[in-house]
Nanobody, 124 residues
Framework: QVELVESGGGLVQAGGSLRLSCAAS????????MAWYRQAPGKQRQFVAD???????YYSDSVRGRFTISRDDAKNTVYLQMNSLKPEDTAVYYC??????????????????WGQGTQVTVSS
């Protein structure tokens, strides 16, 4: 199994910045994709940004130019630097990984996992 631990959420005023982190642990062989999603109250979970291994980074239109996703493969960690925050960015932010790992019987398995979520609140 793979465990994801998120950190970095909080309350910030409009125009401020926050940095989210998500660290993956377990019997990981490789992490092929790391991403961030968010879910505002009463709304569906929506894509924010992703960063595949050796591929192009993608951002949603609503955050492009303000948010930056990055990853540290040595630490199995993905980051989301959020600048120029707006009240409409208020949501629970979830990290997502598509990963290959070793199961309890030492078999390589591909699966995806979600973090527990971290609250980001932007006041006007």
């Amino acid at each position: 199994q793979v465990e994801l631990v998120e950190s970095g959420g909080g309350l910030v005023q409009a125009g401020g910045s926050l940095r989210l982190s998500c660290a993956a642990s377990g019997s990981i062989f490789s992490i092929d994709l790391m991403a961030w999603y968010r879910q505002a109250p009463g709304k569906q979970r929506q894509f924010v940004a992703d960063i595949p291994t050796g591929g192009s980074i993608y951002y949603s239109d609503s955050v492009r130019g303000r948010f930056t996703i990055s990853r540290d493969d040595a630490k199995n960690t993905v980051y989301l630097q959020m600048n120029s925050l707006k009240p409409e960015d208020t949501a629970v932010y979830y990290c997502y990984v598509n990963v290959q790992y070793y199961s309890v019987i030492n078999r390589r398995v591909r699966d995806f996992f979600w973090g527990q979520g971290t609250q980001v609140t932007v006041s006007s």
